[in-house]
């Protein structure tokens, strides 16, 4: 064997689909963190708010969030109550069933949306994928998400 552990190890990783996945989602996130810095947001938070900027109205339960964003309620009480001190949204027992919680934005919440266009142009110049390239990347991460939840669910 030739090549010191150091040498070989980069190559392992290069070939492992899981580690691309890592170091690009890692890297993505770090690329949000000081555009969201100056909106006083982490990027979990923001991804809420992306959920209840595009939703109805009359905003979503926390299951529901739950579900669109892959959080467990666990994961999510935290992250709602930080928004909440925060002023950017609301969390109400429904009066029509009290184990639910729906979530709505607040107006500071709401307001936000326009500074997310920015972060999105800048996020996409950093990518530098043409349009074509960007639409088929996109639909084969969804294809990868939906094909490893369905195995993993049925493994449960």
């Known amino acids: 064997m030739t090549g010191t552990t150091s040498e070989r190890l980069p190559r ?3 070939d492992k689909m ?3 996945l890592y170091a690009a989602s890692r890297a993505v996130t770090a690329l949000y963190r000081p555009l969201l810095d100056e909106m006083g947001l982490t990027y979990p938070q923001f991804l809420v708010l992306l959920v209840l900027w595009d939703g109805p109205e009359e905003g979503v ?11 467990d309620y666990g994961t999510m009480t935290p992250l709602l109550k930080r928004l909440e001190a ?10 029509d069933d009290e184990r639910t919680v729906q979530i709505t934005l607040t107006e500071k919440g709401a307001g936000l949306r326009e500074r997310s266009d920015d972060i999105f142009a800048s996020v996409g110049d ?3 994928l043409e349009s074509g390239e960007f639409t088929r990347t996109l639909a084969t ?6 094909n490893v939840t369905a195995y ?3 493994r449960d």
Do not use: P
Request: some cysteine; aromatic content about 2%.
């Open 152 to 154: 993993a669910n049925r």
């Open 126 to 128: 950093a990518m530098a």
């Open 18 to 20: 899981c580690f691309a």
């Open 12 to 14: 392992i990783l290069d």
């Open 86 to 95: 925060n002023g950017l949204l609301r969390r109400e027992r429904r009066i």
């Open 141 to 146: 991460l969804r294809r990868l998400t939906a």
């Open 61 to 71: 339960t926390v299951k529901e969030l739950g579900a669109a964003l892959h959080l």
